[in-house]
């Protein structure tokens, strides 16, 4: 069992910025990589970034040089720094972790203002 306790969202005005964390604990180490995925009202749930045991990241376009996925090993936390953020960002922001199955953490709302 893993376990992912996310924080960090918020309400920001466009282009400001969040630092999302998430926390594992449990049986870290049987996690193959861990992931933000976001979901907005009415849509389905999406990937965001991904960063793999190895350290190879992953964005969706819509993303990429605004967000930067990171890990500290030492505290097991993967972070989400999103930059200059837009409307269209707004979702709940969960936390994911992959190993013979998915774990999620219990998501945490970010809210962009016009």
């Known amino acids: 069992q893993v376990r992912l306790v996310e924080s960090g969202g918020g309400l920001v005005q466009a282009g400001g910025s969040l630092r999302l964390s998430c926390a594992a604990s449990?049986?870290?180490?049987?996690?193959?990589?861990m992931g933000w995925y976001r979901q907005a009202p009415g849509k389905q749930r999406e990937l965001v970034a991904i960063?793999?045991?190895?350290?190879?990241?992953h964005y969706v376009d819509s993303v990429k040089g605004r967000f930067t996925i990171s890990r500290d090993n030492a505290k097991n936390t993967v972070y989400l720094q999103m930059n200059s953020l837009k409307p269209e960002d707004t979702a709940v922001y969960y936390c994911?972790?992959?190993?013979?199955?998915?774990?999620w953490g219990q998501g945490t709302q970010v809210t962009v203002s016009s």
């Open positions: 960063i793999t045991s190895g350290g190879s990241t």
């Open positions: 449990g049986n870290i180490f049987s996690i193959n990589s």
């Open positions: 994911g972790a992959t190993t013979i199955r998915n774990f």
